[in-house]
């Protein structure tokens, strides 16, 4: 079974300080794992995957196999951040391949 | 290309009546996914289907629900007698096959049952 775990449903911080978003999986084979993003009455959008090892918007996650998290970080946060951000988790192939989200966490960057 | 395209944006309706939620898909994505997003519950995924063929719909609440995929271009989701605790925003979206892809998710559709 798939699951996927944020702890916090909030997170307020001012601008400039750094952000973690915590993001712990089950899942029994190999995942990808996603960050997706959802500003306000926006639709949701994908920020990031770790199979690119990309950086989007200042945010970078890194995969941690042995913790099983995916947190989603950034040094220094901005006012525009603030949005609902939601991990998910995908097995590779066939009818493994939906996407498990977690419920989801509000980041607040206050000025 | 315009991306998932779903109607009606809102709908208010009382409860007992019948609700159809629809979408388009990005053309050319093979998968197309049904979700309903709650402040208690947050995103749960109802049904999925590839290549118009339903999947996986053990995410789909009740017999009230059902969704059908006619073709590569066009789904509905319909609540059939709709009730109060169904208010919700329902996602549309779609993605090529495959679990490294992304899901390309659509406005939504805010779901209010009186």
């Known amino acids: 079974a798939q699951r996927v775990t944020q702890p916090e449903k909030l997170l307020s911080v001012f601008k400039g300080a750094p952000v973690e978003l915590k993001c712990n999986y089950s899942?029994?084979?190999?995942?990808?794992l996603f960050w997706y993003v959802q500003y306000s009455r926006q639709r949701l959008q994908l920020l990031l995957r770790?199979?690119s090892r990309e950086s989007i918007k200042g945010f970078t996650a890194d995969l941690n196999k042995g913790e099983t998290s995916f947190h989603l970080k950034k040094p220094f946060a901005q006012e525009e951040d603030s949005a609902m951000y939601y991990c998910a988790l995908s097995g590779q192939t066939g009818a493994n391949s939906k996407l498990t989200f977690g419920k989801g966490i509000t980041l607040s960057v206050r000025p | 290309d315009a991306g998932v395209i779903q109607s009606p944006r809102h709908e208010v309706t009382e409860m007992g009546q019948e609700v159809t939620l629809r979408c388009k898909p990005i053309?050319?994505?093979?998968?197309l996914f049904w979700y309903r997003q709650t402040m208690m519950r947050g995103l749960e995924l109802l049904i999925y289907?590839?290549?118009?063929?339903?999947?996986?719909d053990s995410g789909m609440p009740e017999d009230r629900f059902s969704a059908k995929m006619p073709n590569a271009s066009f789904s509905t989701l319909k609540i059939q007698p709709s009730e109060p605790r169904d208010s919700a925003v329902y996602f549309c979206a779609s993605s090529m096959t495959g679990g490294d892809q992304p899901q390309h998710f659509g406005d939504g559709t805010r779901l209010s049952i009186l």
């Open positions: 899942y029994s084979g190999s995942p990808e």
């Open positions: 289907f590839n290549n118009n063929v339903p999947i996986d």
């Open positions: 770790h199979i």
């Open positions: 053309s050319g994505h093979n998968s």
